[in-house]
Each structure stands twice: as C-alpha cells, then as structure tokens.
C-alpha cells in the first residue's frame, strides 16, 4: 500500500469548514483513499472512500486531486464532537487485509 | 443493526494469566480483523480471519498470542502468560464480502491491563 503523509495537528472553529490534507504521491491505478478516524478511547470509525471522483456522503466530502497525487477530507460544519485523530489510508478497494495506519491528523475543533 | 461487539470492555490480569478477548462481526460480516494499540502508539494490525481460517496473521507475535474464528460463536483473541507489555487496546473490525466493498467496522475496544 501507497505511503501517506499527513500534518500530525490541525485547528478548527467550530460551525466552520474541515479541511484534512493527505498526500499520497506513490498511489498507484487501483488504489483507492480512504478515510477514518479515532476520536478519544473509541473504535475508529469509517468515514469515506475514493478512487478519482470526488466523493460525499452524509459524514463528509472527499476531493481528490486530477494526478491523484493528494486528498482533501471536508467537514463541512465541524462540530465539538468531531474532535479525534483522522487517517489517511490507501489501499487496494478488494484487497482484504489489514489496514496500516499512520499517525494521522490530530484535529482540534475550538468553540 | 447492531455494530460489532467486544466483550469485555475491560480485562484486567495479572502476569502469567491468560487474557481471552472476544469480539462478534456485525450480522453478515464474515471477516474479521484485530488490531492493537499500545498506550500514546497508533493503531497496529495483528491478524485477519475469516470462519474457521486464518487469512493473514502478519501483525501476530510470534509466541504467546493465537485467535480463532469458529463457525458458530465469536472470534476469540487469546493472549497467554500476560506480560506489562501487553496492557493495550484491543479493537476488533469486521467486513463484508460483495460488491458493496471491503470497508471495515470497528468494535469498542477491550483496555487490557496487566498487573
């Protein structure tokens, strides 16, 4: 699997937008990007996936560059609640193992 | 529909006991994976099962640890002769097979403390 690059904290004000930067300059064609992420003591929670199209669901949007080279992870309302650990994963969509996780992005939301 | 579950949610042992940590997929999830994470340390993989089989278990040390998924019941993660080292959180995740893709589901977590 692709090697990603993430800053390891990041500030956000509550009720304003959450960019999430990921570089993933190594993906290769059938690699997909997916999101997750860990708040406080819990599980880690899946939150979204893409291969080249942006993507967006009820938890958030995903935009990923033309080359395919980085990602974006919006929150587009962040809240108190969003406040966790987020990783960047690639990995093949049908491959089967394990996840490697990075360090990821310590995301802070402020009041 | 209920998540995956983990059971306990805490476990404590002394050094030298056994540790059984068990975890159920959710309903129609026939994959299942664990994974370790060790205080201030990130998320490490350890092994991943499907019934009755053991897929890859890369992530495993070598000795003292084993884990099965039976046919009928919950996957089990057995850790023998606990040692300090191994007082960590263990999570469980589970997937689906099909179209619908490979992404997995995390349980909450056994904290595992060796006294």
């Known amino acids: 699997d692709a090697k990603t690059t993430q800053p390891p904290s990041m500030d956000c004000a509550e009720g304003r937008a959450a960019n999430l930067p990921c570089n993933h300059s190594t993906i290769s064609g059938n690699e997909y990007v997916y999101w997750y992420r860990q708040i406080h003591s819990q599980g880690p929670q899946y939150i979204i996936h893409g291969l080249k199209n942006n993507e967006t669901n009820e938890m958030a949007s995903l935009i990923i560059t033309e080359d395919r080279k980085s990602s974006t992870l919006i929150l587009p309302h962040a809240t108190l609640r969003d406040t966790a650990v987020y990783y960047c994963?690639?990995?093949?969509?049908?491959?089967?193992?394990?996840?490697?996780f990075g360090k990821g992005t310590h995301l802070i939301i402020q009041p | 529909n209920a998540g995956v579950m983990q059971n306990p949610r805490h476990l404590v042992r002394r050094r030298g006991q056994e540790a059984r940590l068990r975890c159920s997929p959710m309903?129609?999830?026939?994959?299942v994976y664990w994974y370790r994470q060790l205080p201030e340390e990130g998320l490490k993989f350890m092994v991943y099962l499907q019934k009755e089989n053991i897929i890859d278990e890369s992530g495993m040390p070598k000795e003292r640890f084993s884990a099965e998924f039976p046919k009928e019941g919950p996957s089990i993660l057995r850790i023998q002769q606990v040692v300090r080292g191994d007082s960590a959180a263990y999570f469980c995740?589970?997937?689906?097979?099909?179209?619908?893709?490979?992404?997995?589901?995390f349980g909450p977590g056994t904290r595992l403390t060796v006294t």
């Open positions: 309903k129609g999830h026939s994959h």
């Open positions: 994963i690639v990995r093949l969509r049908g491959g089967a193992d394990g996840l490697t």
């Open positions: 995740a589970s997937s689906q097979t099909g179209a619908s893709g490979y992404e997995q589901y």
